[in-house]
């Protein structure tokens, strides 16, 4: 065998460690190329939050995050939240780990969010600032041709893939919070 071709293999057995090692999903994900409305459920999360921008302080969330939840034995799950105007990273509790008593910390909080309703974009692609602010874009847009829904929250992304998957094979939502007009 080439040493391309295992190369290739190699990559690929990892692209797949995102999405088929059986994390436990909060919830749906939104296909790609679609614009729906629909409720995300209620959660409990675990929350980090840094000064400055999310995607250059995105590797340092992500490492509060994984230090805490290995610390705490707490299983992984999908998807991943990216709050982009806070600054902030947030992973779901799920399955029996919501039964256990989890502590704050100096960086990590748990938190209990709301059900909300949502306008949401699934897309592929690398999680890079240029791929959400494009599809925040459409979403904004959505939300201009369809007035009878109002934002109801900041703008936050969803990412559903590991580190080791191909930037292109990666699949993210954008979330707005909505409510209708009344």
């Known amino acids: ?5 295992i190369l290739l293999a190699i990559y690929a057995v990892f692209a797949m460690a995102g999405t088929s ?9 939104t296909p790609v190329g679609e614009i729906v409305v629909r409720t995300v459920p209620a959660a409990t999360v675990l929350l980090t ?26 299983a992984m799950t999908v998807p991943v939240i990216g709050e982009l105007s806070s600054c902030g990273m947030s992973f779901f509790v799920l399955g029996k780990d919501l039964e256990r008593y989890l502590p704050d910390n100096p960086e990590v ?13 699934g897309c592929r692609g690398a999680y890079t600032e240029k791929n959400v602010t494009k599809a925040r874009a459409r979403l904004e847009q959505y939300m201009l041709d369809h007035p009878d829904y109002l934002p109801a929250g900041d703008t936050y992304a969803v ?24």
Do not use: C
Not at 1 to 5: A, N
Not at 21 to 29: I, L, R, V
Not at 164 to 182: C, D, M, Q, S, Y
């Open 109 to 121: 909080r748990v938190v209990r969010i709301p059900e909300r309703e949502v306008v949401s974009y």
């Open 159 to 182: 990412f559903w893939n590991g580190p080791f998957t191909l930037g292109f094979l990666k699949r993210f939502e954008v979330h707005i919070p909505v409510k209708k007009r009344e």
């Open 49 to 74: 939050n840094r000064q400055g921008d999310y995607f250059k302080e995105s590797n340092r969330l992500f490492m509060s995050l994984f230090r805490y939840i290995d610390g705490n034995k707490i």
């Open 1 to 5: 065998m080439r040493p391309t071709t």
């Open 21 to 29: 090692f059986g994390y436990e999903q909060a919830f749906e994900k």
